[in-house]
């Protein structure tokens, strides 16, 4: 899968463990997965264009690197564990523009339903960057994009935490085209569709809602 991109810094494999244990209160996990965030936010955007600007250092005049795209970067939460990745991407770029999505799965069809979707008016010529700490099935992350791609960014990109094999692959399936980044892929899915050996459920771990 060479749109799968794992971020194995020793660092971040740290915290993941330390998220990953059940004894971990609700205020650790937050400030865990927001450390985790903004270490993982350095590599996703790596190869954001830069441009070369004459500025006045105290010293002399240099043309210096800043960010060549005039559009700022979007950050697309999907809610609502997403909010735990924003807030550490947004300690790193608090001038990013701000997404949410909110999706849920219908219990008896199974389909995938929006009920929310409120994003920057103008997509085009940005970068977007959609969070969401899991990917089990998939199937929230496959829906958040189709919307998101009519708007036709510059790029897009998916960031997550935890990864199973069957999302992965359903990720890729229907999105061949979007890089996604992780910083683990685990075992399997359960028959409850929770990932293996995974962390548990991450909204409620933090949010303190279970």
């Known amino acids: 899968m060479s749109n799968l991109h794992l971020i194995d810094h020793p660092l971040i494999q740290h915290k993941l463990t330390l998220m990953r244990r059940a004894e971990t209160s609700t205020a650790k996990f937050r400030t865990l997965l927001k450390e985790i965030s903004l270490l993982m936010a350095y ?5 954001l264009p830069l441009k070369l600007e004459t500025i006045q250092t105290p010293m002399a005049t240099m043309e210096a690197p800043i960010l060549a795209p005039e559009k700022k970067l979007v950050v697309v939460s999907i809610m609502r564990a997403g909010q735990g990745i924003l807030d550490g991407i947004l300690e790193l770029m608090p001038s990013a523009r701000v997404g949410h999505i909110g999706l849920y799965r219908d219990p008896q069809t199974l389909r995938v339903i929006e009920y929310f979707f409120k994003v920057p008016e103008d997509l085009s010529d940005r970068d977007v960057l959609v969070v969401d700490p899991m990917i089990a099935t998939g199937n929230t992350a496959v829906a958040a994009l189709y919307p998101l791609k009519q708007g036709n960014p510059r790029s897009l990109r998916f ?37 293996l050996p995974g962390l548990g459920d991450a909204g409620d771990r933090l949010f303190g809602t279970k």
């Open 159 to 195: 960031l997550c935490l935890l990864a199973a094999p069957e999302g992965v692959a359903h990720f890729h399936s229907e999105h061949p085209d979007v890089p996604l980044y992780a910083a683990a892929v685990d075992e399997k899915l359960n028959e409850q569709g929770y990932i």
């Open 43 to 47: 590599e996703v955007t790596r190869d």
